[in-house]
């Protein structure tokens, strides 16, 4: 239908979630695709023309809010997750179905408020905290495990 100010609404829903929906963020890559995240421990990958279901749902463990999330724009399959315990994590799309982040970190006091990838270094991440913090994290200069 038509809205104020001459947009129109899509009438059809993504539904899946089972709790407030806290964060969307689009694909930079895949047109139709983006991510969302909740109050139900989740985050959902959803391609707009397959609306019936999410087409990947990740179960965060502990049940813990998922309030914030980025995609990030120069490594397409990266994406981070920020957490109501304080806790973020990384995730690879290319084996996100193993609901195996493949870094998890907890830093923060209080609750993941904001994060974001660099838009111009991919191993770069800002992430703010109710704990009244902002941290830069440089995944680059993490050791290499082989």
Not at 41 to 55: G, I, L, Q
Not at 61 to 89: C, K, M, P, Q, T
Not at 118 to 135: F, I, K, M, R, W
Request: glycine share 8%; proline share 3%.
């Amino acid at each position: 239908g038509s809205a104020a100010g001459g947009w129109t609404l899509d009438a059809e829903a993504l539904v899946g979630h089972e709790g407030s929906v806290e964060d969307v963020c689009w694909s930079p890559v895949e047109a139709g695709v983006l991510m969302s995240c909740g109050c139900d421990s989740t985050v959902r990958v959803w391609d707009v023309r397959k609306r019936s279901a999410a087409a990947i749902t990740v179960k965060e463990e502990h049940g813990v809010d998922v309030n914030v999330i980025s995609w990030n724009y120069l490594v397409n399959y990266l994406v981070v997750s920020g957490a109501d315990d304080g806790s973020f994590r990384v995730w690879d799309l290319r084996s996100i179905r193993n609901a195996e982040p493949v870094a998890l970190f907890k830093w923060h006091r209080g609750a993941i408020t904001s994060i974001e990838w660099s838009p111009h270094e991919s191993s770069t991440l800002a992430v703010s905290g109710a704990d009244n913090q902002l941290t830069l994290w440089d995944f680059a200069l993490e050791d290499d495990p082989g």
